[in-house]
Every structure is written in structure tokens, then in C-alpha cells.
């Protein structure tokens, strides 16, 4: 039994939690939901368990989201989380080293960074080490990071829209936003109310948005009808919502974000400009699976865009890529006092 280590690979995401291992790729893919039980303030259930309690649960156990807007918003309960979620991806016993590399949004503060490394620790981690999302995303997206090529990666999360220009290992410029899928789904429950005097809840207006939501025209669109609560009599009440209601209720948080991505084009030296015009814009993260999301951009920049392979995965992805090559050549300049 000597001293055996296992790298672990964590995109811990306001809405999604990935975890890959060096050697088996990605073992867990999980919501970043915990049920807890308020009396005895225990962890009842964790991840996809969790989620299916949200909004449903008894009086005395909560589903709560420990993550808002990218970022931890409940130490206590994301360290619980991640030991559950790191426990059931490794087998580790005393002798083992958890050594693990784990996701911030750029431009993230201090204090922010420090709670992901400590409830990574808290976790079970004995080493941490840190990389910007955006950075992962492009990795994933087997963007050429290292080299003198300017690549453009837009990742619209749960919580979070990162965009990021990288070049030579490092990120030139990039802002973040905290509006992204989640701000979708409370844009569709404000509409609802509005137009329809109905109130739904978060799972409502995000299985709209996945059924008919849009962020530009599409072939086939349709309607659909959804269930909630009359505003005024409190009452079981059914309308139906249209393609074309959905995209104007989301208008407001997309046009956030086009202006975010706008704004970092226009920081951009002119020739990293020149080889983002050639390659293209490249969304991921799940908001890119949005209908139309990927037009919408061009159409707003004028630039190419793809969509990157794998859209919920690149980031855990991009950790595993940085696990395999021992962080060599990826992203100079950063981290180096880590492992
Ligand atoms: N097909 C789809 N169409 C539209 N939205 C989608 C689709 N699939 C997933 N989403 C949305 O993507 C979001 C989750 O994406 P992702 O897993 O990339 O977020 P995250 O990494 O957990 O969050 P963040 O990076 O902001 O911390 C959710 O809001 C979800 O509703
Ligand atoms: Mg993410």
C-alpha cells in the first residue's frame, strides 16, 4: 500500500456538476443540488436525487442550489456536496492523494476563488489548483490555446456567460455576466405572470425553454401548454404559450449578453480580431444548445460561429486535457505556485 494518488477534474457549475477522473474520464454529471433536512441540518440527498425534490419538497427538507451566479453562495452546504460527489467518484482510503484541479468563472474575486479551493479541501482534496472556465472551456473545445492564434469561446452556463479571447496560454481579455440559462428560466416565469396572470415555478419555465424556446426564429415552432397558478384566486390554472412568446420573454437576458460579447470584440487587438473572424465564435456551456443561439451571435457580430462539440462537457473536458498533460504547455503564467 504505498502512497497512490488519483487526479480529479471538477467543473463545478452553477447548474451542473462534473467530475472526471485521469484514467476513466468523466465519472460524475450531476445537477449542483442538495436536499438537507432543516431539523437536524443534514445532507438528505445530493445531485439528480436532490433536484427531484426541488420545489417539491416536505416542510422540513429543503433542495437548495449552493452555487448562484457561478459562485458559492452556501459554503457549508457546496462543501458537503463536492465530498459527496468527490466520495462517489474515487476510492480513495487513508493513503491516497486526491489531487484536483477545479473551475472558477474569470474574473472571479479573491474571496470567491478562495471558497471553491477551500470546500475543494473540505472536499477531500490534499492539493488544489485553480483554472478560469473559460480557459477549461477552450481547452475542452480543443481550441489552439497555446498557440499565437486568437480564439473567441462564449460559455452560457446556468448562472454565468463567460466570454474570453485567449492567445499564447493566456486570456487577453474577457468578461463575465451573471445572466445565463437561469436568468432565461426567471424571464419565462416574469413573462408568464405578466401576460398570463400564472405562476410557475423554476422546472416549469426551464422545461419550456428546452421544449420551445428560441433565441431566433426556427423551422417547425409551436406552442405548448403549461400548468400553474392563477395570480389572483391562487387556483389550478392551464394557458398555453407560443415559440414566438417564449423568444420575446427572453429577449431582455439575450440581449445581455450579445451586448457582453459585443463589447469584448471591440477590446480585441485587430489581429486576434482577424483569426476570431477566420475560426469563428465558439459557444458552449448548455445555454448554447438554446435554439437559434448560435445564429442570433452571428447575426448580431457578423462573425462565424460554431457550437463546440460538447457543450455541457467542454469544461471537465478541458480539466481532464490539463490532468493528462500534467498542465504542461496549457496555460503558462498561471497557477505555477500549484502542485
Ligand atoms: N437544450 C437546451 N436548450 C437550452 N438550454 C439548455 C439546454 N440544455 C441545457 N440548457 C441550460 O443550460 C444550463 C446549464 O448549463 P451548464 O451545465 O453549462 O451550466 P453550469 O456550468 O452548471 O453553470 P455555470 O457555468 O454558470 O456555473 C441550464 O440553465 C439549462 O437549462
Ligand atoms: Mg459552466
Known amino acids: 500500500m504505498g502512497l497512490f494518488t488519483q487526479d480529479v477534474g471538477i467543473d463545478l457549475g452553477t447548474a451542473n456538476t462534473l467530475i472526471c477522473v485521469k484514467g476513466e474520464g468523466i465519472v460524475i454529471r450531476e445537477p449542483s443540488v442538495v436536499a438537507v433536512d432543516l431539523k437536524t441540518t443534514q445532507v438528505v440527498a445530493v445531485g439528480t436525487a436532490a433536484k427531484d425534490m426541488l420545489g417539491r ?136 405572470k405578466k401576460k398570463f396572470k400564472l405562476l410557475i415555478g423554476e422546472r416549469t419555465a426551464e422545461d419550456i425553454k428546452l421544449s420551445i424556446g428560441s433565441a431566433y426564429p426556427y423551422e417547425g415552432e409551436g406552442a405548448m401548454e403549461i400548468k400553474g397558478r392563477n395570480v389572483e384566486d391562487g387556483l389550478p390554472k392551464n394557458c398555453e404559450i407560443t415559440s414566438e412568446e417564449v423568444r420575446e420573454a427572453l429577449k431582455e437576458p439575450l440581449d445581455t449578453i450579445i451586448e457582453a460579447i459585443k463589447t469584448v470584440l471591440e477590446r480585441t487587438p485587430p489581429e486576434l480580431a482577424g483569426d476570431i473572424y477566420e475560426k469563428g465564435i465558439v459557444l458552449t456551456g448548455g445555454g448554447a444548445l438554446l435554439r437559434g443561439f448560435d445564429k442570433l451571435v452571428s447575426f448580431a457580430t457578423n462573425m462565424p460561429v460554431v457550437i463546440s462539440e460538447r457543450p455541457l462537457d467542454s469544461v471537465v473536458d478541458g480539466t481532464l486535457i490539463c490532468l493528462e498533460n500534467n498542465f504542461r504547455n496549457l496555460y503558462q503564467n498561471r497557477n505555477k505556485n500549484n502542485f
Open 57 to 192: 419538497t416536505p416542510g422540513t427538507i429543503k433542495a437548495v442550489r449552493p452555487l448562484k451566479d457561478g459562485v458559492i453562495a452556501n459554503w457549508e452546504i457546496a462543501s458537503d456536496m463536492l465530498k459527496a460527489f468527490i466520495g462517489k467518484a474515487v476510492k480513495t482510503n487513508f493513503f491516497t492523494k486526491t489531487r484536483v484541479i477545479i473551475c472558477v468563472p474569470a474574473g472571479v474575486t479573491d474571496v470567491e476563488r478562495r471558497a471553491v479551493d477551500s470546500a475543494a479541501r473540505a472536499g477531500g482534496a490534499k492539493y488544489v489548483s485553480i483554472i478560469e472556465e473559460p480557459m477549461a472551456a477552450a481547452i475542452g473545445s480543443k481550441l489552439p490555446v497555446s498557440e499565437a492564434i486568437g480564439s473567441m469561446i462564449v460559455d452560457i452556463g446556468g448562472g454565468t456567460s463567460d466570454i474570453a479571447i485567449i492567445s499564447l496560454g493566456d486570456i487577453v481579455t474577457s468578461k463575465t455576466v451573471r445572466v445565463a440559462g437561469d436568468a432565461f428560466d426567471e424571464a419565462i416565469i416574469s413573462y408568464v
